[in-house]
């Protein structure tokens, strides 16, 4: 019988989130950049005013460096960062921050939930590297709208992976046309089944959204762990211009399909409870 990957998250994938000595990055469509070491991604999205970075990756200079160089790769220039969006408070996400906020001063932004976990429930209590290291002052939730020149981006409140992690819809454009594409912002399932009952409901929640929105790309922001993301970012890259876009599903219906994977990684995690 045909053996498949599982998702678990091994030491070998917490070592990962710490490896800062390998990068790869991708343009995926004409305004989306990804960027992402061997657990985490850090996602650019090109407006008409400038660049906002979706979390960080992990929080380590050449990371930091990684990003800057990517962004100058393709002719994007990083000084044009301006808004900095984190969907949860773990340190693979928040990731860089100190460093972004540093050299490019753009306005942060996650919910005032995850930022207190954050600062009080560091992911590695004995790793220093892991603790909050900068201030946000932008707090947002549900139904909230962030905007910078022609894009926008609608804000929900997704918690279970942490307790207020968000997720967003925005619009992204492939050759010319018009997609919308969505990120879940927390992946892994919690360990505890109250906790697997919010997720539950959270993708629930999240889905009612795609389907209004009519959303036809997802990305994630743990492409490595989950979804081949690796294999993608490739096929993006060599991508022939008769192709289709990887990250364009078949219809809105397709992220209702795509979200299954979630709800399968939580079936797996309730039965090793
Ligand atoms: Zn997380």
Same mark, same amino acid.
């Given at each position: 019988?045909?053996?498949? &990957? ?7 994938? =917490?070592? &990962? ?20 070491? !061997? ?13 906002? +970075? ?5 929080? !380590? !200079?050449?990371?930091?460096? $990684?990003?800057?160089? $990517? ?5 994007? &220039? ?6 900095? =969006? ?51 002052? &932008? ?6 709208? =962030?905007? +910078? ?23 992204v454009?492939d050759?010319?046309?018009?997609h919308v594409a969505a =990120? ?23 889905l009612?959204?795609t389907d209004?929105?009519n959303v036809d790309v997802a990305l994630s ?6 979804e081949?993301? +690796?294999?993608r970012?490739?096929? $993006? ?7 289709p876009n990887p990250y364009v599903l078949c219809s809105n219906k397709g992220y209702r399909e795509y979200a299954q994977l ?7 995690? +309730?039965?090793?409870?």
């Amino acid at each position: 019988m045909l053996q498949l &990957n599982k998702f678990s998250l091994t030491q070998k994938d =917490i070592e &990962n989130m710490f490896d800062g000595s390998w990068f790869t990055h991708a343009q995926i469509f004409d305004d989306v950049l990804l960027i992402s070491n !061997k657990s985490t991604n850090c996602i650019v999205l090109k407006t008409s005013e400038g660049l906002i +970075l979706m979390d960080a990756i992990f929080p !380590k !200079k050449e990371m930091f460096d $990684a990003i800057v160089d $990517a962004i100058s790769d393709i002719g994007w &220039n990083p000084k044009d960062i301006k808004k900095f =969006i984190i969907s949860h408070g773990h340190f693979d996400h928040t990731g860089c921050g100190k460093w972004i906020k540093k050299a490019f001063n753009p306005e942060i932004y996650m919910s005032e939930i995850d930022y207190h976990f954050w600062r009080e429930k560091p992911f590695f209590p004995d790793k220093p590297e892991t603790h909050a290291d900068f201030e946000i002052h &932008n707090f947002v939730g549900e139904g909230d709208e =962030i905007t +910078l020149g022609d894009k926008t981006i609608k804000v929900f409140f997704t918690p279970g992976h942490t307790p207020g992690g968000l997720s967003f819809i925005f619009p992204v454009y492939d050759l010319g046309t018009k997609h919308v594409a969505a =990120i879940w912002g927390g992946t892994n399932p919690p360990n505890n089944i109250k906790e697997v009952v919010v997720y539950f409901r959270s993708v629930d929640h999240f889905l009612k959204q795609t389907d209004k929105y009519n959303v036809d790309v997802a990305l994630s922001t743990h492409q490595m762990l989950m979804e081949n993301g +690796l294999e993608r970012m490739d096929v $993006a890259r060599k991508r022939f211009v008769h192709m289709p876009n990887p990250y364009v599903l078949c219809s809105n219906k397709g992220y209702r399909e795509y979200a299954q994977l979630f709800r399968n990684m939580c079936y797996d995690r +309730l039965e090793t409870m």
